[in-house]
């Protein structure tokens, strides 16, 4: 399996403009998270959907930032407009349910960088 | 709800030295632990966790890590670093039941090894 696909790798955008970030999941895997990198937070939930529903937004920053799951295989993490202080690296991970072993571990993809200037 | 503390952001160690990345975790319920690490300019890749069973796990590129309950601790240990292991590691914890299996993660550690 390729893993976890993230795209773009690297978004230079500038400031008003709307960005969005695509993740493809691995096949099979029916929960998808995604995450926000930065310096001063760290690694953050924005949220996560299982069974391609949005079960918890509550990571979500504002309004600007909204996240779909058409369908098993791809989400898009949306953000209109956009702001300097997105700047960050954003992550998608997704995760089997099944045996225990399985249940809890997230494979997480490369990460987009984004840069809003 | 859960917390992890990651007590040293910055850990520089000399090659073939040991290291201790230290982690505690806060949590009313039991909890399943993890350490990731994230090699720059990649997302973060599983090291090892402890689901139950022994207190000692070990995992990947000689990484191993102690449960420790009393002491609410997760701490991660190598005998003997090498240049590659320079990376930033987190440690995450999931609630056992009612959490979706969604990790906290710590702030994170930067090892940085030394030739």
């Known amino acids: 399996d390729a893993g976890v696909i993230q795209s773009p790798r690297h978004e230079v955008t500038e400031m008003g403009q709307e960005v969005t970030l695509r993740c493809k999941p691995i096949?099979?895997?029916?929960?998808l998270f995604w995450y926000r990198q930065t310096m001063m937070r760290g690694l953050e939930l924005l949220i996560y959907?299982?069974?391609?529903?949005?079960?918890?937004d509550s990571g979500m920053p504002e309004d600007r930032f909204s996240a779909k799951m058409p369908n098993a295989s791809f989400s898009t993490l949306k953000i209109q407009p956009s702001e300097p202080r997105d700047s960050a690296v954003y992550f998608c991970?997704?995760?089997?349910?099944?045996?225990?072993?399985?249940?809890?571990?997230?494979?997480f993809g490369p990460g987009t960088r984004l840069t809003v200037t | 709800a859960q917390s992890v503390t990651q007590l040293d952001s910055q850990v520089p160690v000399f090659e073939e030295a040991p290291v201790e990345l230290r982690c505690n975790y806060s949590?009313?319920?039991?909890?399943?632990l993890f350490w990731y690490v994230q090699y720059p300019n990649q997302g973060l890749q599983l090291l090892l966790k402890?689901?139950?069973?022994?207190?000692l796990v070990k995992g990947i590129n000689g990484f191993e890590a102690e449960f420790n309950k009393s002491q609410t601790s997760f701490h991660l240990r190598k005998p003997s670093v090498h240049i590659s292991d320079t990376a930033e590691y987190f440690c995450?914890?999931?609630?056992?039941?009612?959490?979706?299996?969604?990790?906290?993660f710590g702030k994170g550690t930067k090892l940085s090894v030394k030739p």
């Open positions: 991970a997704s995760k089997a349910s099944g045996g225990p072993t399985q249940y809890y571990e997230q494979y």
């Open positions: 096949s099979g895997h029916n929960s």
């Open positions: 959907f299982n069974n391609n529903v949005p079960i918890d």
């Open positions: 949590s009313s319920v039991s909890v399943y």
């Open positions: 402890y689901l139950s069973g022994s207190t």
């Open positions: 995450a914890v999931s609630a056992r039941r009612g959490s979706q299996g969604n990790l906290i």
